[in-house]
C-alpha cells in the first residue's frame, strides 16, 4: 500500500537545504487535519491500492510484517512505508511522489502524514464505538507489571503489546481529528472494512 535515498555524498549545502526543508515540513504537520486533506486523501486510495499491488510480492511482504504497531515507537505506517521503500525500492518511492503530487499533495511525506492521521482517527473512532473503555485500557496498558507480562506466551506478548501501543495511539487523537472525519466514516468503511474486521477479529479472539 506504501512506498510508506541514499544521503552520501551531499555536500554541506544539501545537508541544510534538507534542514530547512525538515523544518517547513514539521511546521506544516503541526497543522490540524482538514476536510481538504481528508477528501484528497479518499479520492487517491483506489490509485494508491492498484500502486500497491504492483509492489514485488516480496517487498509487499516485509511492509506487510514490519508496519504493525511496535511497543516503544509510534504508530505511523504510511511514514515507515516511504522509509523502507526509500531504501529498497527508490524507483517506486519516486512513483509514489508523483502519484501523491497529481492527487493534490505537495509530495508523498505530505501524503504519508495526512495517511496516518486518517488512520489513526478512524481506527479512534471505531474502538470507541465498539470499545467505550479504550481510554482505560490505554491507561492500564502502560501501567501493567512487566513480570505479569513476561509470563504470558511469546506469541500472546507480542499482540498484547501491539494491542497496548493501538490503544495508546487512538488515545491521542485529538477531537479535532474526529470531528473532521466522522463525515468520512463511510468511504472510509468501504476502503478499510475488511482489514479493521480482521483486526477486530484478532483481538477479540485472543
Not at 554541506?12 to 484528497?40: C, F, I, Y
Not at 502519484?99 to 502524514?113: M, T
Not at 506478548?157 to 477531537?175: D, L, N, Y
Request: hydrophobic share 45%.
Amino acid at each position: 500500500m506504501l512506498s510508506r535515498f541514499s544521503f552520501k555524498g551531499f555536500t554541506g549545502l544539501g545537508s541544510l537545504a534538507l534542514g530547512l526543508l525538515w523544518l517547513l515540513s514539521s511546521s506544516a504537520q503541526a497543522q490540524d487535519l482538514s476536510t481538504q486533506q481528508v477528501e484528497a486523501y479518499i479520492a487517491l486510495m483506489p490509485e494508491v491500492k492498484t500502486f500497491a499491488n504492483q509492489i514485488d510480492p516480496a517487498l509487499g511482504q516485509r511492509l506487510r510484517s514490519e508496519l504493525q504497531p511496535v511497543a516503544g515507537e509510534a504508530f505511523r505506517p504510511h511514514a515507515r512505508g516511504l522509509t523502507i521503500l526509500q531504501h529498497q525500492q527508490p524507483g517506486q518511492l519516486q512513483q509514489l511522489d508523483q502519484l501523491a503530487r497529481g492527487g493534490r499533495f505537495v509530495d508523498a511525506q505530505s501524503w504519508a502524514w495526512v495517511g496516518d492521521r486518517v488512520l489513526l482517527g478512524y481506527a479512534a473512532l471505531k474502538a470507541e464505538a465498539a470499545y467505550p473503555q479504550i481510554l482505560e485500557l490505554a491507561r492500564s496498558m502502560q501501567t501493567m507489571d512487566p513480570a505479569l507480562q513476561a509470563m504470558m506466551p511469546p506469541q500472546f506478548q507480542s499482540r498484547v503489546a501491539q494491542i497496548g501501543v493501538m490503544a495508546q495511539e487512538v488515545a491521542k487523537v485529538s477531537e479535532a481529528d474526529k470531528q473532521v472525519l466522522r463525515p468520512f466514516l463511510g468511504p472510509l468503511d468501504e476502503h478499510w472494512k475488511n482489514e479493521w474486521q480482521a483486526y477486530q477479529s484478532s483481538t477479540t479472539a485472543r
